[in-house]
């Protein structure tokens, strides 16, 4: 029986459709924290991704895990449904303790092929706001609840623990600027007692991923002929694990302000993949690379 370490705490996972939103998601309701699921993506309707999971089939995923998902479609660019979603959450709960962003959104807009002088501008603009915007808005809102209680944790999930180059000028300045938020936060809330800091997965094998490489998470390793980096790939319930360990942790406020990532995390608190393993991304990319991340 899972240990339900976390019984009582509320967590919003924004943007826990799939991928390691779910991930979190998952592993929070199995803690015992009761887990509000939003995203735009709908048994009625999808969002530009285009992507069949749902923020109800996430929900239901908690629920069979013995935990409590609550779904609300959200569009977290929208001020006023984010507002409506912490006030949903403050009716019924009172309180929010963990706050996890992860909305992405970004894929129909990028062109990883292109310079930015030969992507579209508008789509680059855009993919700012889908997914830089939103994370902006939804502390807005939601951060007046745990200031309320002095206590809170917020993570900023993105790609990577510092600012190098990521492929894509679009794609980098969304996921650096995340970390930057991160710190900012943690230095204006640092009086009441919340902690603010940003998280990565290394190879993240996702839905979207596995779908990108026509396997099966069953089989999954017959995709390491088409990238042989995907070895070394993690499942969301990877980065589940590591939340769920900082949500944990009482003397998580030290970590405040900083960027982590699974792999790190995974050797400070212990936990494994769901197949026993502990994927590296740090130690495989400096081995391959000669790079320390």
């Known amino acids: ?6 019984e009582g705490k509320v967590a919003l996972v924004a943007g ?3 991928g390691a939103g779910r991930g979190i998601a998952v ?6 924290a009761i887990v509000y699921v939003t995203g735009r993506s709908t048994r ?8 069949k999971e ?3 089939e996430t929900a ?20 006023q449904e984010v507002r409506e979603l912490v006030l949903k959450i403050e009716e019924e709960q009172g309180k929010l303790d963990i706050l996890v962003n992860d909305i992405w959104g970004g894929d129909p807009y990028i062109r990883w092929e292109e310079k930015f002088w030969e992507h579209s501008l508008e789509n680059g603009i855009k993919v700012q706001r889908t997914c830089l915007e939103s994370h902006l808005t939804t502390n807005y809102y939601a951060a007046p609840l745990m200031i309320r209680n002095k206590s809170g944790l917020i993570l900023e999930i993105t790609d990577g623990i510092d600012y190098r180059y990521r492929g894509n000028l679009y794609y980098t300045l969304i996921k650096s600027s995340i970390i930057n938020l991160s710190r900012c936060l943690a230095e204006e809330l640092k009086p009441f007692g919340i902690t603010a800091l940003s998280l990565t997965p290394g190879f993240l094998r996702s839905e979207a991923m596995l779908d990108h490489f026509g396997v099966r998470e069953d089989n999954w390793k017959d995709a390491v002929k088409k990238d042989p980096h995907f070895i070394v790939s993690e499942t969301p319930a990877y980065i589940g694990r590591a939340v769920v360990a900082l949500a944990k942790d009482t003397n998580v406020f030290s970590k405040t302000g900083t960027s982590t990532s699974t792999w790190k995390l995974s050797e400070e608190y212990d936990f494994t993949d769901l197949d026993g393993s502990r994927p590296h991304w740090g130690n495989y990319f400096r081995d391959k690379f000669g790079e320390e991340l």
């Open 60 to 79: 239901e995923l908690i629920n069979k895990n013995g935990g409590r998902g609550i779904p609300v479609r959200t569009d977290h660019t929208d001020s």
């Open 1 to 6: 029986m899972k240990e339900r370490n976390l």
């Open 44 to 51: 009625k309707s999808r969002s530009e991704m285009n992507r």
């Open 27 to 32: 592993a929070l309701g199995e803690a015992g």
């Open 16 to 18: 826990g459709t799939r």
């Open 54 to 56: 749902t923020i109800e």
